[in-house]
T-cell receptor, first 119, second 109 residues
Framework: DADVTQTPRNRITKTGKRIMLECSQT?????MYWYRQDPGLGLRLIYY???????NKGEISDGYSVSRQAQAKFSLSLESAIPNQTALYFC??????????????????FGPGTRLTVL | GQSLEQPSEVTAVEGAIVQINCTYQ??????LSWYQQHDGGAPTFLSY????GLEETGRFSSFLSRSDSYGYLLLQELQMKDSASYFC??????????FGKGTRLSVIA
């Protein structure tokens, strides 16, 4: 099945370390996203990419960077991790060509998530 | 900017009907989506409304009123497996979804 995968699934690291979270997809979607989820705060967008040459900041990009290595791969980096970056991170994809006949239809497909703990 | 409001928690009895409301304020609007997330899992898409009215998919229905900037998700014949968090999300335009903070639904026997 076409899928969205994330590695690692769990990571514990120390303050100041550089961390990379990886996302791969076999759906053939152009659009990819990184979200952060904290209890009670929902899903907040960190970065998004509408194609390989397109990178955009989301709501909470400070302290993060991304790389779109190919259509199928979108990596999130924490250059110097800090404890308040402890959270659940999700990658997602979507395909704007799939409209189901409705304007703005934008079903997103999420990976399983990476639980990151920064000590 | 964009903001969405939905209740933080809802409790309902197995077999009953529950409605989860969502109000939104956005600078642009194409439609309203709903996602379900079980504990420890990833969000999964439930429905999308671009036009006013009710869309039904099995036990779940979603409603939109564009003039009131309001929508709801209706779950009928509740089952224990429906216990999860439910997120509304708006499509502001050709930009990514903006999610609400989620409603945690607990289904009790």
């Amino acid at each position: 099945d076409a899928d969205v995968t994330q590695t690692p699934r769990n990571r514990i690291t120390k303050t100041g370390k550089r961390i990379m979270l990886e996302c791969s997809q076999t759906k053939g979607h152009d659009r990819m996203y990184w979200y952060r989820q904290d209890p009670g705060l929902g899903l907040r967008l960190i970065y998004y990419s509408f194609d390989v040459k397109d990178i955009n900041k989301g709501e909470i990009s400070d302290g993060y960077s991304v790389s779109r290595q190919a259509q199928a791969k979108f990596s999130l980096s924490l250059e110097s991790a800090i404890p308040n970056q402890t959270a659940l991170y999700f990658c997602a994809t979507s395909d704007p060509r799939v409209s189901s006949g409705s304007l703005g239809y934008n079903e997103q497909f999420f990976g399983p998530g990476t639980r990151l703990t920064v000590l | 900017g964009q903001s969405l409001e939905q209740p933080s928690e809802v409790t309902a009895v197995e077999g009953a009907i529950v409605q989860i409301n969502c109000t939104y304020q956005t600078s642009g609007f194409y439609g309203l989506s709903w996602y379900q997330q079980h504990d420890g899992g990833a969000p999964t898409f439930l429905s999308y409304n671009a036009l006013d009215g009710l869309e039904e998919t099995g036990r779940f229905s979603s409603f939109l009123s564009r003039s009131d900037s309001y929508g709801y998700l209706l779950l009928q014949e509740l089952q224990m497996k429906d216990s999860a968090s439910y997120f509304c999300a708006v499509t502001p335009g050709n930009t990514p979804l903006v999610f609400g903070k989620g409603t945690r639904l607990s289904v009790i026997a």
